[in-house]
């Protein structure tokens, strides 16, 4: 089995990017799977998920039950700083066992002012805090090992030209490119905002 590894920044583009992707007849995509289900996965040339740096995947610490549960405690306590300031991932594989798959990674990535804008917005969080949570982003990007294949996506790119940034994605893992996939935003539940709908014109 091959795997896709999907990761970047809160409000980046990510789950824009994993719809388009499942889209494709020989790709299953899981959105945020925490359990580890990534390696249960048959019939497809390729299984993948999609994480959030550092509020659900960080390099070696991993989640259980007793983190869970601290995790709710703190949404619970402090509920506006939480979504980005998580004491704890919630995924119970962590970056080391995900990089043992071999993944193919593909990092999605946003102008960091207009991410930042966005986090601040619909999370309600300050810049401080938004900025906080970029940073550390990066640095989890940055321990990504050079043998392991990463391919960048940017999200202006990926909404102003839609075909040809997905065919670069689908090179990126030796596949044919299906202009089925840029019509998959009109069957999740996120995508039915500007981001998704501009793809979809675009068809």
Do not use: W
């Not at 990926?158 to 009109?186: G, H, I, R, W, Y």
């Amino acid at each position: 089995m091959n795997y896709i590894l999907v990761l970047g920044a809160q409000h980046s583009g990510t789950s824009l990017l994993t719809a388009i992707l499942g889209g494709h007849p020989e790709i299953a995509m899981l959105n945020e799977d925490l359990k580890g289900g990534i390696t249960n996965v048959v019939g497809k040339k390729y299984a993948g998920n999609k994480l959030i740096f550092h509020i659900q995947i960080r390099e070696s610490f991993k989640a259980n039950r007793f983190t869970h549960l601290l995790n709710k405690i703190a949404r619970i306590l402090f509920p506006k700083k939480t979504v980005v300031k998580r004491p704890f991932p919630n995924s119970e594989m962590s970056l080391e066992e995900y990089l043992e798959l071999e993944p193919k990674i593909i990092l999605m990535e946003r102008d960091k002012k207009a991410n930042i804008e966005s986090i601040c917005r619909r999370e309600e969080v300050s810049k401080d805090i938004a900025k906080e949570h970029i940073n550390k982003v990066n640095e989890l990007e940055n321990i990504i090992p050079d043998e392991i294949d990463v391919h960048k996506v940017d999200l202006k790119s990926l909404t102003e030209n839609p075909q040809e940034t997905v065919a670069k994605v689908c090179d990126f893992l030796d596949l044919e490119f299906d202009p089925e996939m840029l019509s998959a935003t009109k069957y999740g539940y996120k995508y039915k905002n500007e981001y998704g709908n501009k793809i979809v014109q675009k068809v």
